[in-house]
DNA sequence: GCGATTCTCTAATCTGGCTTAGAATCGAGG
DNA sequence: CCTCGATTCTAAGCCAGATTAGAGAATCGC
């Protein structure tokens, strides 16, 4: 009551401003860029479409947010799953593991991911200029993971490794468009990315 | 398709509206479904916006046509080249062909195909069911190889071929997000991506 | 309780870009 | 040359959907 609490009523605000965030990673993640109204984010986060210019300058900064954020939180998830790996493992252990934790973060933890990864290609040019400074963060931890296996002798050294990483990223985010939890496993999914990396699909 | 070909020439109005199709495939390759304007598709065919609907209904159905001939013309080409290999290959060998033949397609040959891959996910429902047909067929051409090459013991026993498939075009149709045809070889690619599956990264 | 402030709503405005109308142009016969 | 159909143009029309205005509801500090 008498407690200052800025942090509260900011609180509720800020939970507001959440839910309108969350709803916008939603619907993009789900109907894309294009097919992304305001209407509908408005109405999966229970207020009406005005409301979001309180919170948000325009469509596009919400939509460049929400980008921002997935493209963030998908780095910080892998270097979290990277951090927590033994100090004895191996540098190809250390690949899997990020392939792992990339797959299970984009398909079941966060729609700004999947948002993120779905978008990044078909937003204007100018909403992109942050979220590219992330990606460009994010591919050098990718470079480095790769560089460290070549050098350790647990990459064939006549492979391309920047080819190589951009297919293994595409393979890895090409799933938003067609991954189905009811149909499928995740962690036959994981298993079967870390197998075509490592060994390959010949016998 | 829509080309008889009245024999002699193909007339001039024909004519027109390939250069429309045309246009449309490139700008919406480059700029996908949310950022292409009708004025900008006629500006690259060197038209007024307004002469395209003397050849097409309307946006959606010109986006419609593009896509379709994107994913018509690449299983075309797949095909025609899995047809040319020679009898006794093995099926890993013509699983080889198939991407070789995919991804330069799809970076070379065919804006249609590029727009086709790019949009797929990002257009109206409704605009996908004609396309979808192609691309089920095509799916079931690269569901052949794969189960080929398991019969046929050239792929591990333990993979979810399934699921690999899935990878595969993943990364092949992601390639159209980076590939720059500048800065690497299309033969480099090829032969990475072919590797990738055949023996994997691991030494 | 009671303003002051924060937040959300309804109603209206604005605009880009698809689409339509209808007039001009072109090209092949006659 | 003139006519007619085919083609393409200029000038509007029109609408979905973003955005703005300004009035109410909720909440907070006192």
Redesign the pocket.
């Known amino acids: ?6 942090s ?3 609180s ?3 939970q ?2 959440q839910r309108i965030l969350d709803a916008a990673a939603e619907v993009l993640s789900r109907k894309g860029y294009a097919g ?5 984010v ?1 109405a999966v986060a ?17 939509v460049e947010e929400v980008m921002w954020v997935g493209a963030h939180r998908v780095r910080l998830h892998v270097e979290e799953r990277l951090a927590a790996v033994p100090e004895g493992a191996s540098a190809m252990d250390r690949l899997m593991v990020a392939v792992e934790a990339h797959l299970r973060f984009e398909l079941q933890l966060s729609d700004y991911a999947t948002a993120s990864v779905r978008n990044a290609g078909h937003v204007p040019e100018q909403l992109r200029v942050r979220p590219a400074a992330e990606e460009a963060q994010y591919t050098h931890l990718w470079r480095d993971l790769f560089v460290a296996a070549q050098q350790a002798g647990e990459v064939r050294a006549d492979l391309d490794i920047n080819i190589l990483r951009l297919l293994l990223l595409g393979a890895m985010n090409w799933v938003v468009e067609w991954w189905n939890p009811r149909t499928r496993s995740l962690d036959d999914l994981v298993a079967t990315a870390q197998g075509m990396i490592r060994h390959g699909a010949g016998t």
Chains 1, 2 share one sequence.
């Open positions: 009551m008498t407690e200052p609490a800025p509260r009523a900011a509720k605000s800020a507001t401003r992304t109204r305001l209407a509908d408005a229970g207020v009406q479409a005005p409301a979001i210019y309180y919170y948000f300058a325009s469509r596009d900064e919400l």
